[in-house]
């Protein structure tokens, strides 16, 4: 297929590639959206095998971007940034700089932010050329590591569905089968612990287990052992795909629920998901939370308000649920719903004339 024809696909609205020499950056920004507003979306450096490689990457990120925001009720649109290249061995000061540059000239209609192969230090040199850049250093006025957040938001997700699926939103008593003990699976473990639910978690690095054991009282199963695990929720927070063909009639839970991004390998397990009864929190919705905490810092950051905006997406998360009821559709479908008619009435709203000077 060809550049245009991917881009036209989905209705992209810009689509940028940068090459600066002395540095060797080779990147692509890809706008979807700014219907809602400036298009907000990480930068990740990957040593993509092809330009083509890049180039789906990015676009499929940007568009998720755009839904994320626009679920969330955030003034964002989408976007996002893809950096060709070995992050451990052609990331350095310049090359970042250059990146930064390429961002201001987009005045503002890209935000740039951390994401796979990025990190806050390599924010802190892309702000040298740019303003246009969020996830900053707390000292500098940013937000610092976003996990904490993220979590928070997931923790409230999963109490939102099981109000909606046991009427009572308690996490006492329940059983949550965490999957990934990292940055957010370690503070949502927290969190079900200090309420008084139980947790199983797994993990692939035996020092990140042994962190939430140490700390939480957790039970350990073998990674491959979680999908089994009788519990009331299931919440995977390692990698995307963990809902597939493999993995889905093994499940013992009521409610999936978790930070990991992409957790359906196709949609067709989000409607397997709905006929079985299990209840899905799309996952763009509930692990909004670090899109929620970076989009404070364009305001002037404010701990307290971000988390309070993250406990907002209880009921974010309630709506999509009523509606996929309602309307007897997946929650997934109900989401795109939810992001789509929001962007579609703005648009609208956009269109009658108003004088700026
Ligand atoms: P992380 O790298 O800190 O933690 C991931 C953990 O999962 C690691 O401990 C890793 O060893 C483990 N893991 C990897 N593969 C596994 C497997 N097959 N089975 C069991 N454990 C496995 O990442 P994180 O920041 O905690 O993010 C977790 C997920 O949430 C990722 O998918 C990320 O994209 C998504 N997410 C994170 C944020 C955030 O604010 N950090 C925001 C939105 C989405």
Known sequence: ????????????????????????????????????????????????????????????????????????????????????????????????????????????????????????????????????????????????????????GVYTGLKACCKEVFGDASLNGKTVAIQGTGSVGYNLAKHVYKEGGRVVATDVSGENLERVVRDFNVETVKPEDIYGVDCEIFAPCAVGAVINDQTINRLKCKIIAGAANNQLEHERHGDLLHQKGILYAPDFVINAGGLLNVYEELHGYNRERAMQKVGQLFQAITSIVQMSRRENIPTYQAANHVAEDRIRLIREVSRTYLKRN
């Open 1 to 152: 297929m060809g550049v245009f024809e991917m881009v036209s696909a989905d209705g992209y609205e810009q689509v940028d590639f940068w090459f600066d020499k002395p540095t060797g950056l080779k990147a692509i920004i890809a706008i979807h959206s700014t219907t809602l507003g400036p298009a907000l979306g990480g930068v990740r450096m990957w040593p993509y095998k092809s330009e083509e490689e890049a180039l789906t990457d990015v676009l499929r990120l940007a568009k998720g971007m755009t839904y994320k925001a626009a679920a969330a009720g955030l003034n964002l649109g989408g976007g996002k940034a893809v950096i060709i290249g070995d992050p451990k061995q052609q990331k350095s000061e310049a090359l970042l700089r250059a990146f930064g540059r390429a961002v201001e000239s987009l005045h503002g209609r890209y935000i740039t932010a951390e994401d796979m192969g990025t990190n806050i230090w390599d924010m802190d040199h892309i702000s040298v050329e740019t303003r246009y850049v969020t996830g900053l250093l707390a000292s500098k006025g940013g937000s610092g590591d976003p996990s904490p957040v993220t979590a928070y």
